[in-house]
Nanobody, 121 residues
Framework: QVQLVESGGGLVQAGGSLRLSCAYS????????MGWFRQAPGKERDFVAA????????HYADSVKGRFTISRGNAKNTMYLQMNSLKPEDTAVYYC??????????????WGQGTQVTVSS
């Protein structure tokens, strides 16, 4: 079994910052990539950011480039999403994800339960 647990969500005013964390435990893989997705009410789940096993490669959705930063902890089984200059349209449930395949958005095959981020105007 794979457990992905997100934390750090909450309510913040527009222009503020939040830092999300994700901790992975359970079944082990030799290498894996990690990422963040989000789902706003009434919308599909969208890709936000991804980071490779080594941490050297990152991808971002255009909507968050320059505002969000994805990183991995030294222990590899933790991941962070620093979110700055938050906008009301960033309001969503944010999901941590893990890929045992490639780094593309459709490659992620394990998911956390999500953490709510609400940005007030």
């Amino acid at each position: 079994q794979v457990q992905l647990v997100e934390s750090g969500g909450g309510l913040v005013q527009a222009g503020g910052s939040l830092r999300l964390s994700c901790a992975y435990s359970g079944r082990t893989f030799s290498t894996y990539h990690m990422g963040w997705f989000r789902q706003a009410p009434g919308k599909e789940r969208d890709f936000v950011a991804a980071i490779s096993w080594s941490g050297r490669t990152t991808h971002y959705a255009d909507s968050v480039k320059g505002r969000f930063t994805i990183s991995r902890g030294n222990a590899k089984n933790t991941m962070y999403l620093q979110m700055n200059s938050l906008k009301p349209e960033d309001t969503a449930v944010y999901y941590c994800a893990l890929s045992t395949q490639e780094l593309g958005p459709s490659d992620f095959n394990y998911w956390g339960q999500g953490t709510q981020v609400t940005v007030s105007s």
